[in-house]
């Protein structure tokens, strides 16, 4: 059963002190969005080869996937403001190497070495929820504080403004301008970010902040200092409580991944994967689709549609209260994104692909939504921020892989073989959440209960 509650994005909307730090996290997504396609289209319009911008992409890509998880367990050990202006500062410094080499057309090595730098890129996607999740659970905002799931929703929309918007804006400039202006803009709009983002220290989560034993102990002791030193020293005893929580609790948060202890993160990055894959896959066969029919802009027409629908059919989603456990609803959700994308076998024709990646488009968003919520459930809020990058990550593992499979058999066997093979990726979406629905469902931890709010 479920409950349809439009108005639930009126409380999301009205939690102003998350504007700066939303703001600044959708500014940073526009420049990780747009970083395949703008990188590739910088260099190729500079007169490198293909194959020198396929290379820098997937180099950018295993980057991202080899340090941004460690990034984000940083992050989560000693702090957003302490961690991200020195990740920021190495992926920018990528940047100036990749944009200042292709400025001067430079040799090709200068181009691998950049795009391992840029992927230090910290994932705003992860600290945005990281820090949803820390004002609804501290008990900050009271009675007035959103539901997660909703916030889920909301951050999903973000998500997907910026995937529609972000690539098109790169390209537009890159090719009216200068090569090098799209990803120029996207620079700036990343140090932006990154700047707005450390100057919200309001909003940011502490470390082990969840640790209700351990800051509860902290409280008592800042209790105890404060009535021995008397009310002169009540003022401060809040911000003593906090900072010995923040002190207190660092040293409990795990030094080891999160990959390799939580079963349900490793379900979740394999379910991504699958996810990236397909849709990589589906979007070189596109493109080549679109070659094909001598309509080379049909191709950014499909993507943009399907971009939207799914950015509307999350935020519908949002608005719906389902009473299925969170493991259940993964593996339905699983299951309706490979079977809507697992069609794509049927293409044959320009209708055919617009059909079936809008059909596709209607489920994607709901997966992903009760994916994130599957994954706050199942590891401590304090590590929330590593735990969705690992999921990222798998996305950017599988988008790694799917083109490159469908290069090939495209140059092979043709388009249409493409997409064929693309509906056997698909249905490892639904296998895997079927399949691991017993570990998913071990892996959920008793429902919440805000922590106890203090003076912050």
Request: aromatic share 8%; glycine share 10%; net charge neutral.
């Amino acid at each position: 059963m479920a409950a349809v509650s439009p108005g639930v994005y009126k409380k999301v909307l009205s939690v102003r002190e998350a504007y700066p730090f939303d703001i600044a996290c959708l500014l940073m997504r526009f420049f990780g969005s747009m970083l395949n396609i703008g990188v590739v289209t910088m260099i190729t319009l500079s007169g490198y080869s293909f194959l020198t911008a396929g290379l820098s992409s997937s180099l950018i890509a295993l980057s991202i996937f080899v340090v941004t998880p460690r990034v984000s367990k940083r992050i989560d050990e000693r702090g957003q403001s302490a961690v991200v202006p020195k990740a920021a500062a190495v992926s920018l410094l990528g940047l100036v190497v990749l944009i200042a080499n292709v400025a001067l057309h430079g040799p090709v090595w200068p181009l691998f070495v950049g795009a391992l730098l840029v992927g230090f890129f910290p994932s705003p996607q992860a600290m945005a929820r990281a820090r949803w999740t820390y004002l609804i659970r501290s008990g900050r905002l009271g009675e007035a504080a959103p539901d997660l799931r909703t916030m889920f929703s909301y951050e999903s929309v973000l998500d997907d403004m910026a995937f529609i918007f972000s690539p098109s804006i790169s390209i537009a400039l890159a090719a009216a301008i200068a090569p090098v202006a799209g990803m120029v803009c996207g620079g700036v709009a990343f140090a932006v970010g990154v700047v707005l983002l450390c100057s919200a220290k309001g909003t940011e989560p502490y470390p082990g902040w969840s640790q209700g034993e351990t800051a509860g102990s902290a409280a008592d002791v800042a209790d105890a200092v404060g009535d021995a030193a008397g009310d002169g020293a009540a003022a401060s005893k809040g911000a003593l409580a906090e900072g010995a929580a923040a002190v207190a609790s660092a040293a409990s948060v795990p030094s080891k991944s999160l990959l390799a202890t939580s079963s349900a993160v490793r379900v979740l990055f394999v379910i991504y994967a699958f996810a990236g894959s397909f849709l990589g896959l589906f979007d070189t066969a596109t493109v080549s689709l679109s070659e094909d029919l001598n309509s080379p802009d049909f191709a950014g027409a499909v993507l943009m549609a399907s971009g939207a629908v799914s950015m509307t059919a999350g935020f519908l989603f949002g608005m719906v209260r389902l009473r299925a456990p969170l493991p259940k609803q993964l593996v339905v959700a699983a299951c309706a994104v490979g079977l809507s994308f697992g069609t794509m076998f049927l293409v044959d024709s320009a209708p055919t692909l617009m059909a079936v990646a809008l059909l596709g488009a209607c489920t994607y968003a709901p997966l992903l939504i009760v994916a994130n919520g599957v994954c706050e459930r199942a590891v401590p809020d304090a590590r929330l921020t590593e735990a969705i990058t690992w999921l990222n990550a798998g996305y950017t593992c599988g988008a790694a892989f799917g083109p490159t499979v469908a290069g090939a058999l495209i140059d092979a066997f043709g388009t249409m073989a493409s997409f064929k093979v693309g509906t056997l990726l698909c249905l490892g979406m639904p296998l895997t959440a079927i399949l691991c629905y017993r570990v998913v469902k071990a892996s959920i931890l008793p429902a919440y209960t805000v922590v106890e709010k203090r003076e912050m």
